[in-house]
């Protein structure tokens, strides 16, 4: 017998076998495509997730509606410099330890302590002379030593104060004397800026009243764009921040300095994570004064149409307890005392694109679209096809 005949035996032999694999083996993946976590996923699907309030320990799922925005941007909003921070004038500088003065001092004539009397040839008369001394540091103790008046009490007093006590202390000694206090070098009415500045540096404060933007100004400016700084101040042991884009765009913001302030520039990178059927799977960075779920959508692409389950768009967030509704089962796992919450969009819904405008975007939120049940089918159904079509290609063979 020829060997083409032998193999047709074996091919016809074989065939009603491999019919009878093909068919057990579309039954046992109907079997196994019921089972749950079967077919390969990038994620849970949506009833997985929504069922999420039954487990132990509960995880509220809350529908987006108007209810939980408002309570979200009730719950964000942050205190401004403005309302926080005193706006006023600066009180009259006084000096401090550390502060450099010169003191000049005028007699009239005849001097008789400081200098001699000069004669004016054009107006045939005597004029005074000016005495200058070197600026000098105001001592630890707040004092300055000036020569036939002693040590001169200078600290916690404005220069109009110590030129008046310089003036009653030469009284008698001198002519007519007449003072001035000049600070040549302010160290105590300062307030500091740091951060990502070109430089950090002190910023001496004068009557002028120099405000925030001044401030962030002589130092260079931020090294970051204007919508990725935070702009913090510590003052008096409170500490309020802002973004610098917010205080830009609102002059009441841009405050008076007071002595003491300390200005941080930061650069804090806000972002959030997409998962699952989305346009694209990536961290997305935002700016500092925020954005809404509808401009987060949008940078990611939107959803895949072809897997996308347009109602299991959901937001996992460690979410203030303020913001959660009372009666909620809640269970704090931050040591700030933040707790889990999913928030659910329904994209199908014509009124979710609204309320996405008004859903504040929180840092390090999750994005997580669900695959749509037709996908999953499609999914089992391709794996079904392609292992029939193994086996009925062996058998036309």
């Given at each position: 017998m020829s060997p083409e005949l032998i193999a047709n035996g074996l091919v016809q032999h074989a065939r009603p076998i491999l019919l009878n694999v093909s068919l057990l083996l579309a039954a046992a993946l109907s079997g196994c495509a019921s089972l749950p976590g079967w077919l390969p996923a990038s994620g849970p699907g949506a009833m997985a997730v929504l069922k999420q309030e039954a487990a132990e320990p509960p995880i509220p799922v809350m529908e987006l509606s108007d209810e939980v925005t408002r309570r979200l941007q009730v719950a964000q909003q942050?205190?401004?410099?403005?309302?926080?921070?005193?706006?006023?004038?600066?009180?009259?500088?006084?000096?401090?330890?550390?502060?450099?003065?010169?003191v000049s001092i005028w007699e009239a004539p005849p001097a008789a302590l400081f200098g001699t009397t000069m004669l004016d040839s054009r107006l045939g008369a005597a004029t005074s002379h000016m005495t200058s001394f070197p600026d000098q540091m105001v001592e630890e103790d707040?004092?300055?030593n000036v020569p036939f008046a002693g040590a001169v009490p200078a600290a916690g007093s404005t220069p109009q104060q110590i030129e008046?006590?310089?003036s009653r202390r030469l009284t008698g000694k001198a002519n007519q004397p007449q003072v001035l206090v000049r600070v040549t070098q302010n160290v105590t009415a300062n307030a500091t800026v740091v951060g990502e500045v070109a430089q950090s540096r002190p910023i001496p404060l004068t009557a002028k009243g120099e405000r925030l933007l001044d401030a962030l100004a002589a130092s260079g400016g931020t090294r970051q764009p204007v919508d990725k700084i935070t702009i913090q101040i510590s003052r008096a042991g409170e500490v309020i921040g802002m973004p610098l884009d917010s205080i830009i765009r609102d002059p009441?913001?841009?405050?008076?300095?007071?002595?003491?302030?300390?200005?941080?520039?930061?650069?804090?990178?806000?972002?959030?994570?997409?998962?699952?059927?989305?346009g694209r799977n990536e961290e997305i960075n935002f700016e500092a004064k925020g954005i809404t779920l509808a401009q987060a959508l949008g940078r990611i692409g939107g959803v895949q149409d072809f897997r996308a389950n347009a109602q299991g768009?959901?937001?996992?967030?460690?979410?203030?307890p303020a913001a959660v509704p009372a009666g909620e089962k809640i269970l704090p796992t931050t040591e700030a005392g933040q707790v889990p919450v999913i928030y659910r969009a329904d994209l199908k819904d014509p009124r979710t694109f609204l309320l996405a405008q008004n859903f504040p975007m929180r840092d390090k939120d999750v994005v997580y679209v669900a695959n749509a049940t037709a996908a999953e089918l499609q999914k089992f159904l391709n794996l079904l096809t392609s292992s029939i079509f193994s086996i009925v290609?062996?058998?036309?063979l």
């Open positions: 942050r205190s401004t410099f403005a309302e926080v921070l005193s706006d006023e004038s600066l009180p009259a500088f006084v000096v401090g330890p550390g502060d450099r003065l010169e707040g004092t300055i008046e006590e310089i009441e913001q841009n405050i008076r300095l007071r002595p003491g302030d300390v200005i941080t520039a930061l650069h804090q990178p806000l972002s959030f994570t997409v998962l699952g059927a989305a768009v959901f937001i996992f967030r460690f979410e203030d290609n062996i058998l036309n």
